[in-house]
């Protein structure tokens, strides 16, 4: 189990992690556990590989990232929900594709007994090879992890990529009808700084100090 | 709250100011850092500090590695009128250090080493591991909570016109000493 930690996970498992920082808003359902597990087995990642899609997006869990499991409490640590968010893609290198296009075109005029193919021909013959060939890849998987402590309504996603980042967002709420709010300075200012109304207005009127003569 | 997307852009600029005045501050007012946790011995500049100067017409973007990163070079960038864009901090306690790189428009924290092992020893133990490897990744994150709290209240008083600016100036000028 440890080995499989130490080669899939680059986040909340290595020695050097990126990190970005979350609010939970509105309110989870009681009992909790009951209710994010609910939501985690309802959108755990789908096996793609020998599917035509060339995206899948779920819930993961961390100790066994390529087989989720959420029976029972097997995510919930203390006060923390500890899972993953796992993005599968495909993707077709152009020369692969090149290749079996070329192929296929061989084979389809050989057969038709024609110098070409019209242009509506060769789009299906091109999402015929592109379908198959979905089919044959493999997946490339990428496994995020998050801690979401539920009682200061924080969730530390280990990931600083944009687009992990807003399929993190995404699938949140669909999973457990609650919004993360990224933290970034202004947020930072409104929700965590305790700020008076006064100084609220003071901090939406401000504009950047100059320190160079 | 304003539209979020519309939010980071705007105000942008109070993370890079975050990051100036943190680094005035590591310099000027450790006390500051140990008022906050009572158990940092020192908050230190790292080894990479990037700097951007949006009074030039095209962004200037400085990059500074290598230990004791460039500070003086940084400091001409702030008399020219670059802000801080991103810092690597060492975080020190009697007994552990952590290290972290920290981005002004953002916040996101990267490069982030927390003491500790990195894996369980066994499956049975991975509970303590977890919560033990969460209170290492809270204490910085509630720690910058913290100094940006402290920024942001003096960033909405008089002080930051009246005595903040005039003193960063100050630290500025004072590589010509």
Redesign the interface.
């Known amino acids: 189990m440890v080995f499989f930690l130490e080669s899939y996970h680059m986040g909340l498992l290595s020695s050097s992690v990126s990190l970005s920082r979350y609010r939970v808003e509105g309110h989870i359902e009681k009992p909790v556990t009951e209710t994010v597990a609910k939501g985690l087995k309802k959108n755990s990642v789908a096996e793609i590989d020998q599917d035509i899609s060339d995206k899948s997006v779920g819930w993961t869990s961390i100790e066994s990232p390529f087989s989720p499991n959420f029976e029972g409490s097997s995510f919930s640590f203390g006060n923390l929900f500890v899972f993953s968010l796992r993005v599968d893609r495909k993707s077709i290198p152009a020369k692969l594709l090149k290749k079996f296009l070329t192929i296929e075109t061989s084979k389809r005029l050989e057969k038709t007994r024609r110098g070409f193919l019209t242009k509506d021909e060769k789009k299906v013959l091109k999402e015929k090879v592109t379908t198959d060939l979905a089919r044959r890849i493999p997946s490339t998987p990428n496994v995020y992890d998050l801690i979401w402590n539920y009682e200061s309504r924080d969730v530390y996603f280990f990931s600083n990529l944009r687009s992990s980042n807003e399929e993190l967002e995404s699938l949140f709420k669909r999973s457990f009808d609650l919004s993360l709010i990224r933290i970034f300075p202004y947020t930072a200012a409104d929700l965590l700084s305790d700020l008076s109304d006064q100084e609220r207005d003071v901090l939406i009127g401000l504009s950047p100090t100059h320190f160079s003569d | 709250?304003?539209d979020?997307a519309v939010?980071?852009n705007?105000?942008?600029?109070?993370?890079d100011?975050?990051l100036?005045w943190l680094w005035f501050l590591i310099e000027t007012d450790q006390n500051t850092f140990r008022n906050i946790d009572p158990d940092c011995t020192a908050l230190e500049m790292g080894n990479r500090i990037v700097l951007e100067n949006?009074?030039k017409k095209s962004l200037e973007r400085i990059t500074i590695r290598g230990d004791d990163a460039g500070l003086e070079e940084g400091r001409l960038a702030?008399?020219?009128?670059a802000?801080l864009a991103e810092l690597s901090l060492v975080f020190k306690t009697g007994e552990n250090q952590w290290q972290f790189s920290i981005k002004?428009?953002?916040?996101?924290?990267?490069?982030?080493?927390a003491p500790g092992p990195?894996?369980?020893p066994?499956?049975e133990e991975?509970?303590g591991f977890?919560?033990n490897?969460?209170e290492n990744?809270?204490k910085i994150?509630v720690f910058i909570?913290k100094v940006?709290?402290s920024f942001?209240?003096l960033?909405?008083?008089t002080k930051?016109s009246a005595k903040v600016?005039p003193n960063?100036?100050k630290w500025?000028?004072s590589i010509d000493a």
């Open positions: 709250m304003l979020l939010a980071y705007r105000y942008r600029f109070l993370g100011e975050f100036t949006r009074k702030l008399k020219k009128g802000l002004g428009e953002s916040l996101n924290l990267s490069n982030f080493k990195a894996l369980p066994s499956q991975m509970e977890l919560l490897k969460y990744y809270n994150n909570e940006f709290k942001i209240k960033r909405v008083s930051w600016i960063i100036k500025i000028r």
